[in-house]
């Protein structure tokens, strides 16, 4: 069985590549996200992403899409928050991210694929077969993020009942260009790269926050040691995880199948225990 949780130095070669492609990914910076929604359309437009639901804003929020989902593979948040103490603002502040598919190093939506749908690229990343995948949707409560989901719409729509998510526009990697929204990107707020690199360079842009003072900055999905083997995206956020939508300590749902199995067979191997001493018991 492969390994389903901790740190995973190449999750390519784990899945049985070996022509050594670099792992590829995001480094979102919100702390220079201007919430244009530039990264929203360049996904649309590249993937052929139909539009999901009508243009109006959400009542809570200068935000139409809510959240990610299977129509929605780039999603900006507005959140407006009280300006921290001191602050040169009024009486509030906008905190903007831009959020994304994490293609984690452990997949719980790849683990549970019956059909072998979703799988591992050669980049790292983790992506769905369209003409593969039966529509069962055991990926959906199996992401830890909430991410991946069956398309709605009418029949007559591409991909309907079909699980989809961001693909970090692997058509593109095999291209040798830059995913849609990283190229759309005004501010740089997302940055594609190799991910050893793009680690270097949030740690130093994390430093670099801390010395202006902004003490409440963090790296997010940024480490190995983390409960799903570290992120293919990773964040540089200015407030708590869940102030974002985010898990707090996100937990790949498959890291406990092994013991699992290993219950389920001792509890067997009880059962047929008992049953043969009940056998023999009668022969007497």
Request: aromatic letters at 8%; charged letters at 20%; glycine letters at 12%.
């Amino acid at each position: 069985m492969p390994s389903l949780s901790g740190p995973l130095p190449d999750p390519a070669a784990e899945a049985g590549w070996r022509d050594g492609q670099q792992r590829l990914g995001f480094f979102t910076d919100t702390s220079v996200c201007i919430g244009c929604k530039a990264c929203e359309v360049a996904c649309k437009e590249w993937n052929a992403i139909p539009a999901d639901g009508n243009l109006d804003l959400l009542g809570s929020s200068y935000d139409n899409t809510g959240a990610l989902g299977a129509s929605t593979w780039r999603h900006v948040a507005f959140i407006e928050q009280p300006a921290p103490a001191g602050g040169d603002q009024a009486d509030f502040r906008w905190l903007m991210s831009s959020d994304v598919c994490k293609h984690c190093t452990h997949a719980a939506c790849l683990d549970v694929c019956p059909t072998g749908s979703l799988f591992r690229t050669e980049f790292g990343t983790v992506v769905v077969q369209d003409d593969i995948c039966n529509g069962c949707g055991y990926c959906v409560p199996a992401c830890p993020f909430g991410v991946i989901d069956r398309r709605e719409g009418d029949s007559g729509q591409r991909n309907v009942g079909i699980a989809q998510k961001c693909t970090l526009c692997y058509d593109r990697l095999g291209a040798g260009n830059t995913p849609a929204c990283a190229q759309a990107c005004p501010t740089e707020s997302i940055v594609f790269g190799n991910l050893d690199e793009l680690r270097a360079r949030a740690e130093a842009r994390l430093d670099s926050l801390h010395q202006q003072g902004v003490t409440d900055a963090r790296l997010y999905l940024d480490s190995p040691d983390d409960g799903i083997g570290g992120g293919g995206a990773m964040f540089l956020l200015l407030d708590e995880p869940e102030v974002y939508g985010l898990p707090p300590d996100p937990v790949v749902s498959t890291r406990d199948l092994p013991r699992l199995y290993q219950h389920t067979g001792l509890a067997a191997l009880g059962l047929l225990a008992s049953a043969v001493a009940a056998f023999l018991g009668r022969r007497r």
